[in-house]
Structure formats: C-alpha cells, structure tokens
C-alpha cells in the first residue's frame, strides 16, 4: 500500500505565528485531504485536494501530485487550531484511504 | 440534518463478548467504512461499503464483520471481543469514495477487559 508521511509529528506555536505542516506520499493518489482533530477526539475534513492550491480561511493546502506531497498552511494560529492534523491518500485502491501518523499542533496564548 | 450519528459512545466489555457498533448518515452517501485509532497512531481502515450489499476488507479486519443492507446503515460486528481490541472507533461516510472529502461521526470509544 501507499507509505504516508508527516511531518513534523509534533509542533508548538505561539498564537499568531505560522506554519507549514507536510504530507509525503509513496506513490500515485487519486484522493488527498486533510484533517484536523480537536482535542475533544471530532474530526473534521478541511480539504479534499488531490491537487492544485485550495484556500479556506487562514487555512490553505496545496498537492504537487507530480512530486508526491502536500502542505498544510496555517495562518495567524489561534488556540482553536490545537490539535492533531492528518493526512489521507487513496491510490488505485479505490475506497482504502491510507492516514499518515498525524502532526500534533500546539497553540500556546 | 444529523450528519454521521455513531452509537454507543462509550462501552466496556468483557473478553469474549460480543457487541455492534451503530453507524447512520443522513446524507445519502454511497461510501461508508470503519477505523480504528489507537494512542499516537493514526487511523487505520477495518472495513468499508461502497455502497448497499457490497463491502470490502481494509487494513485490520480481522475479528470484525460487517454488512450493508441499506445505503444509511453500515453496523460494525466484534464476534468475540479482545484486548487488543481496546480502541476508538471512528465511521465515516461519502457520497462516493473518490472525488468527495469523508464526513466522521463522533466516535466509539471501546475498552476490553
């Protein structure tokens, strides 16, 4: 099956800064999207994009397909933005999303 | 519109026992599948259906059963439960598996004893 990377797996910010997070993928994918898990255990979808740039908020992703990986933008972190973000791949095996091990974010005041 | 509702959200169980986790969208998505998250892990796929009478094994199915007899239920079995099988269990659910981000329920959280 497809290998997912994340890095970094652990991240602690100041409230305000930015970040990047990344998603490395061994192989060819038909679906990429991204997560964000509060520290309440909810996940909740923030991106589906397989590729090409999205933008919602102070949140935005891009996936260069062709070079197996995606970022995670951040923007002005807010304590809301704690929690783990996680990175989702489907290759040919069409309904077998593969999750990376996750990056802890920490958003300090 | 309830989204994904999951039930129960807690149970303890004994080994041996066995029990069926509730899953249920409103949504009228095709694809629903099951995961299984344990501490410092990410998700791991035990089953998931594509769409009503057709379903599929993942990367864990072991010790687990499922069915999908209409398009907004997919129940999750454990025949006979182990330790091993402490977890939170998450489903989730799609209008199709591709082209679609995934829509999760609240979760399961499981412990064997």
């Known amino acids: 099956g497809i290998q997912v990377e994340q890095s970094p797996p652990d991240l602690i910010l100041q409230e305000g800064a930015n970040s990047t997070l990344r998603c490395n993928f061994s192989d060819s994918v038909n679906n990429l999207q991204w997560f964000h898990q509060n520290p309440w255990g909810q996940l909740i979808n923030l991106f589906y994009i397989p590729s090409g740039t999205k933008q919602n908020g102070r949140l935005s992703a891009t996936t260069v397909a062709t070079e197996r990986y995606s970022l995670l933008y951040i923007s002005s972190s807010q304590t809301t933005d704690s929690g783990v973000y996680f990175c989702a791949v489907e290759g040919d095996s069409w309904g077998k999303s593969q999750f990376g091990a996750g990056t802890q974010v920490v958003v300090t005041p | 519109n309830a989204g994904v509702t999951q039930t129960p959200k807690f149970q303890v169980l004994k080994t041996g026992q066995s029990m069926t986790l509730q899953c249920a969208q409103d949504?009228?998505?095709?694809?629903m599948s099951w995961y299984r998250q344990d501490p410092g892990m990410g998700l791991r796929l035990i089953h998931y259906?594509?769409?009503?009478?057709?379903?599929d094994q993942g990367e864990v199915p072991n010790g687990y059963n499922v069915s999908r007899s209409t398009t907004e239920d997919f129940p999750l079995r454990l025949l006979s439960a182990a330790p091993s099988q402490t977890s939170v269990y998450f489903c989730a659910s799609s209008y199709t598996a591709h082209n679609y981000g995934y829509t999760f329920g609240s979760g399961t959280r499981l412990t064997v004893v």
């Open positions: 949504m009228n998505h095709e694809y």
């Open positions: 259906s594509v769409g009503a009478g057709i379903t």
